[in-house]
């Protein structure tokens, strides 16, 4: 379901693989126990989400203290992250910024208005994928449900192997969480420190090579 790519006393980081539910559910053994057992700690805390079929960096706090600093963070949105997806449709524009309001519509997939009153805001850039495809590292101003999916959908471009919305069939759900960076202190004794993780996908037979320039991604978007 996972491995490690860093532990301290405040916190772990894992690679979520996909199709991995960070919920418990019936048919499936939940993750957050399994990590908690696997790094020898009473209890891990979410302090974030990723969709069912996304891989990548999950953030997970090993306290309750730790647990609502980062909650913090992430309600600041001080907490930078960016995603890998990948379309088999080139989208109406190579790179900009999408911003609208999103509703709930069928069958639990959400939807893009053209109104801005409480906004998802979603940065991308793009680049040729190979095969017609194309390749997108896009990074999240906010953090509202399927945000990432549905923006793609609305310039064209719905993530290969996403069902929910009109993605080309593929042997996983096409969306990596890839980069992950904040900056602070656990307690008020120590000096803020600044955290920073980039991790390229493992899981996936269509994912392209990386560009050389998106090795260092958050000085892109």
């Known amino acids: 379901m996972f491995s490690i790519v860093d532990q301290n ?46 891989s990548g960096l999950l953030l997970l706090a090993t306290s309750s203290h730790a647990a609502s600093v980062l909650s913090r963070l992430f309600a600041s949105r001080e907490i930078e992250k960016l995603y890998l997806a990948l379309s088999a449709n080139k989208p109406r524009k190579k790179q900009g910024l999408i911003v609208g309001d999103m509703t709930k519509g069928r069958r639990g997939s959400w939807k893009l208005l053209t109104s801005k009153d409480n906004p998802a805001r979603t940065r991308f850039t793009s680049i040729a994928g190979g095969e017609g495809r194309r390749f997108f590292l896009c990074r999240p101003y906010t953090g509202k449900t399927h945000q990432i999916r549905v923006a793609m959908k609305s310039i064209g471009s719905p993530l290969i192997g996403d069902d929910y919305y009109g993605g080309e069939p593929a042997d996983r759900g096409y969306l990596h969480a890839y980069g992950l960076q904040f900056t602070c202190r656990f307690t008020d004794d120590q000096p803020e420190k600044h955290y920073s993780y980039v991790l390229p996908p493992t899981q996936g037979e269509l994912w392209p090579t990386l560009p050389v320039e998106w090795d260092v991604p958050f000085s892109l978007l």
């Open 9 to 54: 006393q405040y916190f772990v980081v894992i690679n979520k693989h996909h199709g991995v539910s960070v919920q418990k559910e019936a048919d499936h053994a939940a993750l957050l126990p399994a990590v908690a057992a696997h790094i020898k700690v009473e209890k891990v805390y979410l302090v974030h989400r990723l969709d069912k079929m996304t």
